[in-house]
């Protein structure tokens, strides 16, 4: 047992004098808090030179004297960054605080900061305790060679692989922010990865990495997925630029075939697309219609997109089960009068989403 203080009481013992009472509290209970001000202790802010978010600050973890890891044990259980392709050792490591990384590493630094960054969205933006709300880690795994020109989302793990024009990490906020939703919706409505619920899915993880990318850099004009990467996989704004739907009706590109990631990735942009109107507003026609949308602000079509998932969808559900959730949420957050409700439904009515 160890004493934790003593104090002077106002009670008085049987000689009338103040009694002197102390306190005793068990060793074993204070080591998990003695543990955790020693991990504080270790978790140390290092300002870095990373190659696209350019200079910034990431928590590390520093171990012994000199030797620091990417490795954030301030954000919930930790935000944890380590080789892809290593035998042994998988931490990065640095011997100084500013980590000076070669050129294919140092895309780790970037990794590390659009992941602790994707936290820090979902904390403020949604008061969310990490993927699971309850503060799990994340690992991430940078610079696998077996994927090319794409990150992934596995086993509940970023997978973050090669660019293979450059030779470079694969990694920006929007992309981060992308697979990590994967993991948010996996914890939440758990929506299947193949059909129209597929396509929900995706379409989710653009607007939540797009919004990401929005929030960190203050300012919302650049649509499509992936570009600070170098990489363009979706252009939300105008998805018939890169042969995407921009309608559920847009039987030119709406994908009908048997490969099922390919259909979920490119029908995706139908949702995808409605935020964007919601969010820019402006008028879209189709098939003899003209839709005007007005536009909501950034931070309100986000908390209608978050709760229309984690509080209405479902694993089967379809763009009109979709359109109904966002509805719900937007009448929950704003009521059934405001403008954010009108919005919404008409930005879905413009992309060939009515109601049941
Ligand atoms: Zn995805």
Not at 195 to 202: H, L, Q, V
Not at 272 to 300: C, N, P, R
Not at 335 to 353: E, P
């Amino acid at each position: 047992m160890t004493c934790l203080f003593s104090a002077r009481t106002r009670s008085l013992n049987r000689h009338d004098r103040p009694m002197k009472t102390k306190i005793w509290i068990s060793t074993f209970a204070l080591l998990p808090l003695l543990v955790a001000v020693k991990v504080a202790d270790n978790n140390k802010v290092c300002t870095v030179n990373t190659i696209i978010n350019g200079r910034v600050t990431i928590v590390c973890f520093r171990q012994g004297d000199s030797v620091y890891l990417l490795r954030d044990m301030s954000r919930g259980h930790g935000i944890i960054t380590l080789h892809a392709d290593q035998d042994g050792n998988e931490d990065f490591c640095s011997h100084t605080a500013d980590w000076k990384l070669d050129s294919i590493n140092r895309g780790a630094l970037d990794v590390h900061y659009c992941v602790s960054k994707t936290f820090d969205f979902y904390e403020e933006v949604f008061h969310r305790n990490s993927l699971d709300g309850f503060g799990c880690a994340i690992y991430s795994y940078v610079n696998d060679h077996a994927i090319k020109d794409n990150a992934i989302w596995a086993n509940r793990q970023l997978r973050v692989g090669i660019n293979s024009q450059t030779g470079r990490t694969v990694v920006s906020l929007d992309i981060v922010g992308h697979e990590l939703t994967h993991g948010v919706i996996a914890t939440t409505c758990r929506l299947a990865a193949e059909g129209e619920p597929g396509a929900i899915n995706e379409s989710i993880c653009d607007i939540m990495g797009k919004s990401l990318e929005f929030w960190v850099r203050g300012k919302s004009d650049e649509w499509v997925i992936g570009s600070e990467a170098g990489l363009h996989f979706r252009d939300m704004a105008d998805p018939r630029r890169f042969k995407h739907p921009v309608n559920y009706n847009d039987s030119t590109y709406w994908y009908n075939g048997i490969e099922t990631k390919v259909a979920a990735h490119v029908n995706s942009t139908v949702g995808s697309h409605m935020f964007y109107l919601l969010v820019h507003g402006g008028t879209s026609q189709w098939a003899g219609h003209i839709y005007d949308v007005k536009a909501i602000s950034l931070a309100e079509a986000d908390q209608i997109i978050y709760f229309s998932f984690v509080k209405y969808l479902f694993p089967r559900s379809t763009y009109k089960d979709w359109r109904a959730a966002c509805l719900a949420s937007a009448s929950d957050l704003f009521g059934k009068n405001s403008q954010q409700y009108r919005s919404t439904a008409v930005a879905w009515s413009a992309v060939g989403i009515e109601e049941k």
